[in-house]
C-alpha cells in the first residue's frame, strides 16, 4: 500500500526545497548576521558542504536498501533492539522538530497580521490542513510542491527585484576582514538546517527514478544555498550591520518596498510566501513523522495514525517554547548542536556499520563459492 | 467528465485522443477523461491567432483568481491588513464605509448571496421578464442599497466584478464550484484574514492534487508536469507546434499531424 505510490526526482528536490528554506528565510538572515557580519552572505557556501554530504550519505544508504527508509533499515544495521531504540530517538526528535517548526510559523503569523488569535488557534488550523496533504500521501504532496514551489520562488524573485534601487553594495566590503572565521562560525546554525536533508532518506524509497535521485537532491541543495545567499546579500545590502537586531529582516525588507507610491506594504506577500513554504515544510515532517512511526510500529498503514500524530505535534508546538525570543535563542545556540547531532552522525554510523558488514558478508560469500572449487 | 454541446469541442477531443460518449435523447455529449485545464479552455481560442488565444487565456486564468478570491480578499484586507492599501485609496474607502452598520463580511455575505439569487433567477425567468428582473437587480443592489447606507460603494464594485469574472469561465460547471468555494473562503477570510485566504487555497490546491479523472491526474500536466504539454495550457500555442498528442491519451498513437506544418516562405525552385 505505502510503497505504490511514486514520486518524480524532480518532484522530490522541489519539496526538499521549502523543507529547508521555508523557515530560513525568515530567521537566518539575522542569525548568521551576528556572528559573520558583513560575510554573512559566504556562510551557507560553507553550510551547505553538510548538506551535500548527508544528501550523498542518504544515497549510499538507499543504494544498499532500495525500498527501505531509515527506520527500517537501522533495524537491519544494528540489530533489533538497537535498531527500534535508534529509531525511536529518531522519532521523538523529529516529533521535537516538527513542533519547534509549527512554533515558528505560529509567533510568526501572530507577531505580523494576527495578534489577538490563540495561538492554538493559529497552529491547529495550519495542521489541520496539512494533515489532508498527509493523508493524500507522497504522491499528493510532491504535486502540491510542483504547483506552489515555483509560485513561492517567482514572488520572491519579485521582492528581491524591487528592493534593487535600495540596496547598497557597500556594505559587503571589506570581504573577510577577519579572516574566515567569523562566517565559518556563522555557518554553523544554517548547518544545522541544511543537515535536516537526511529527509530525503524517507524519500527517496518513493522516488521512481533511482539515479537521478542523487542529482536531484544535490540541486535541491543548490538551489537552497543560493536562496540563502541571496537572501544574506539582500538584507547586507539593504541593512548593512542593522541586519543582527532584526527578528524578521525580511520581512522588514519588504516593507522598504515602495514604487510609484502604489505598490508599498508587500510584507503581505512575504508572509503569503511564506504561509506556503512552511505548510509544505510542515508536511514534510508531519508526512515522516507518521510514515516512521507507523514503520516502526510495523503497521501496515500509515493513514489511521495521522490526526493523533496532528495533535501530538499541535502540543509539541505550544510547549516547545515560551515565547519567540526563546525560541530563536534556543536555536541559535543549543539548538544547532542539537539537530546537527541527530543528524549526521547517526546516518554516518548506519553507512559505517552497513558497508562494513556488508564487506564482511560478501567475504564469506566468495569463501562459501569459493569452497567447493578448492575441495 | 466533461460535457458539451458543441461539435468543435468534441472533434478536437477525438484528435486529442479523448474518449468522447454519445447518448441517445440529450444534445450533449461526454468528454473523458478531464483535466482541470481542459474546463478552462474554451473552443475560441483556437480560432484565433495563437497570439490572440495565449492573451485571451491568460486574462481567463487571471479572472479565475479573481472570481474565486476577489471578495475575501476584500473583507480580509479591509478587516485584518489595513496597511496594504495606499493611503488615499483607504481614505476614500473608509468614507464610503462610514456610515455602514454591518462589518465588512456581513456585507459581503448580503450581496453575494443577493447576487447568485438574482442570477438564478434571471436563468429561469423567460427572456423578456429576465431584463426586467436584471434592471431591477441593478437598481435594487446598485443604486438604492448604497443610498440607503446598508452597503457600501467599493463593496457593490467588488460583487460586480467578481459576478463578471465568473463568466469568464467557458464550463458552468467550473463556474458553478467557483461560485460555492467563494462562500466558505470569505468565512476564513473573515476570522483569519490572509492567512485563512491561503488556508483555504492550500487546501484547495491539496483536493485538486487527489483527485484523478479516469488514472489521469486532475492537475496534470502542471503537476505532475510536463513540459511538452505546457505549451498548450499556460499558452495557446501556434497549430503548427501542437504535433503530439497530451501523452495520458496518446499512447497509441503519438502524433495528431505530420511535420512541417509551419508556415514558411516557399523555397526558390517551387
Known amino acids: ?23 530560513v528565510l525568515l530567521l537566518v538572515p539575522s542569525i548568521t548576521a551576528k556572528q559573520a557580519e558583513q560575510d554573512s552572505w559566504i556562510s551557507p557556501i ?63 503569523v501572530s507577531a505580523t497580521s494576527l495578534f489577538n488569535t490563540p495561538m492554538t488557534v493559529i497552529i491547529g488550523s495550519m495542521v489541520l490542513v496539512c494533515s489532508f496533504a498527509v493523508l493524500g500521501g507522497p504522491e499528493v504532496i510532491g504535486r502540491v510542491s510542483e504547483i506552489i514551489v515555483p509560485v513561492v520562488m517567482l514572488l520572491y524573485i519579485i521582492i528581491f527585484i ?42 527517496l524509497p518513493f522516488v521512481k527514478d533511482k539515479k537521478k535521485g542523487m542529482k536531484w537532491g544535490m540541486i535541491s541543495v543548490c538551489s537552497v544555498m543560493i536562496l540563502m545567499v541571496l537572501t544574506n546579500i539582500m538584507n547586507l545590502f539593504l541593512f548593512g550591520k542593522l541586519t543582527a537586531s ?16 502604489f505598490l508599498e506594504h508587500l510584507e503581505s506577500i512575504v508572509m503569503a510566501i511564506w504561509i506556503a513554504g512552511t505548510f509544505i515544510k510542515i508536511t514534510v515532517f508531519y508526512f515522516i513523522l507518521s510514515l516512521g512511526i507507523a514503520q516502526w510500529l510495523k503497521l ?45 552522525p547517526i546516518p554516518v554510523i548506519l553507512l559505517l556499520i552497513a ?6 558478508q560478501q567475504g564469506k560469500g566468495n569463501k562459501q563459492n569459493e569452497a567447493p572449487v578448492n575441495h | 467528465m466533461l460535457n458539451t454541446e458543441r461539435p468543435d469541442t468534441a472533434a478536437a477531443s477525438l484528435l486529442e485522443g479523448n474518449v468522447v460518449i454519445l447518448t441517445d435523447g440529450t444534445p450533449f455529449v461526454l468528454i473523458a477523461p478531464t483535466t482541470f485545464y481542459s474546463l478552462l479552455q474554451s473552443p475560441e481560442d483556437y480560432y484565433e491567432g495563437y497570439l490572440i488565444g495565449t492573451l485571451i487565456r491568460w486574462l481567463r486564468y487571471a479572472f479565475l483568481l479573481v472570481a474565486l478570491l476577489l471578495p475575501s480578499g476584500y473583507v480580509a484586507i479591509l478587516t485584518y491588513h489595513q496597511e496594504m492599501i495606499p493611503t488615499n485609496l483607504l481614505i476614500s474607502v473608509a468614507r464610503s464605509r462610514e456610515q455602514i452598520p454591518f462589518p465588512a463580511l456581513v456585507e459581503a455575505l448580503i450581496m453575494e448571496s443577493t447576487f447568485e439569487a438574482l442570477r438564478e433567477a434571471g436563468i429561469r425567468l423567460p427572456k423578456n421578464i429576465g431584463s426586467a428582473v436584471s434592471i431591477v437587480g441593478a437598481l435594487v443592489i446598485g443604486q438604492a442599497a448604497v443610498s440607503a447606507g446598508i452597503v457600501s460603494a467599493p463593496m457593490v464594485m467588488v460583487v460586480a466584478i467578481t459576478g463578471i469574472a465568473s463568466f469568464l469561465i467557458p464550463r458552468y460547471n467550473a ?29 484547495i490546491i491539496i483536493h485538486m492534487c487527489t483527485l484523478r479523472s479516469f488514472g489521469v491526474p486532475y492537475l496534470q500536466p502542471l503537476a505532475p508536469i510536463r513540459n511538452s504539454e ?22 497509441y498513437n503519438k502524433f495528431r499531424q505530420s511535420n512541417g506544418q509551419k508556415p514558411s516562405p516557399g523555397k526558390g525552385n517551387e
Not at chain 1, 505505502?2 to 524532480?10: F, G, L, V
Not at chain 1, 534593487?164 to 567569523?182: A, C, H, R, S, T
Open chain 1, 46 to 108: 560553507w553550510a551547505s558542504v553538510i548538506g551535500f554530504f548527508v544528501v550523498f550519505i542518504a544515497y549510499q544508504l538507499n543504494k544498499l536498501f532500495p525500498e527501505e527508509s531509515i527506520i527500517e533499515y537501522s533495524e537491519y544495521i544494528l540489530g533489533k533492539f538497537l535498531g527500534k531504540l535508534i529509531s525511536a530517538a529518531f522519532l521523538f526528535f523529529y516529533l521535537h522538530i516538527t513542533g519547534i517548526i509549527v512554533r515558528e510559523y505560529g509567533e510568526f
Open chain 1, 300 to 344: 501496515s498503514d500509515y493513514r489511521p495514525i495521522v490526526l493523533p500524530i496532528g495533535f501530538l505535534i499541535l502540543l509539541q508546538g505550544l510547549w516547545s517554547a515560551g515565547d519567540l525570543q526563546e525560541l530563536s535563542h534556543y536555536l541559535a545556540t543549543t539548538g544547532a548542536v542539537y539537530i546537527l547531532s541527530f543528524q549526521v
Open chain 1, 1 to 23: 500500500m505505502m510503497k505504490q505510490a511514486k514520486i518524480s526526482p524532480i518532484q522530490m528536490a522541489l519539496l526538499m526545497n521549502p523543507a529547508i528554506a521555508a523557515t
Open chain 1, 355 to 360: 558497508t562494513i558488514r556488508n564487506k564482511i
Open chain 1, 162 to 203: 524591487l528592493l534593487i534601487k535600495d540596496l547598497e553594495v557597500k556594505n559587503m566590503f571589506p570581504i573577510m576582514e577577519k579572516g574566515i572565521k567569523p562566517s565559518l562560525m556563522g555557518s554553523i546554525v544554517p548547518q544545522s538546517w541544511f543537515s535536516e536533508f537526511i529527509l530525503i532518506s524517507f524519500f
Open chain 2, 175 to 203: 463556474a458553478i464550484t467557483l461560485r460555492i468555494l467563494r462562500f466558505p473562503i470569505m468565512f476564513l477570510a473573515g476570522t483569519l484574514g490572509l492567512v485563512g485566504i491561503m488556508l483555504a487555497l492550500l487546501t
Open chain 1, 246 to 261: 532584526l527578528t524578521y529582516p525580511v520581512m522588514v525588507a519588504a516593507r522598504y518596498i515602495s514604487i510609484a507610491d
Open chain 2, 230 to 251: 505546457l505549451k498548450d495550457t499556460i499558452i495557446r500555442a501556434p497549430w503548427w507546434s501542437l504535433k503530439k498528442r497530451p501523452h495520458w491519451t496518446g499512447d
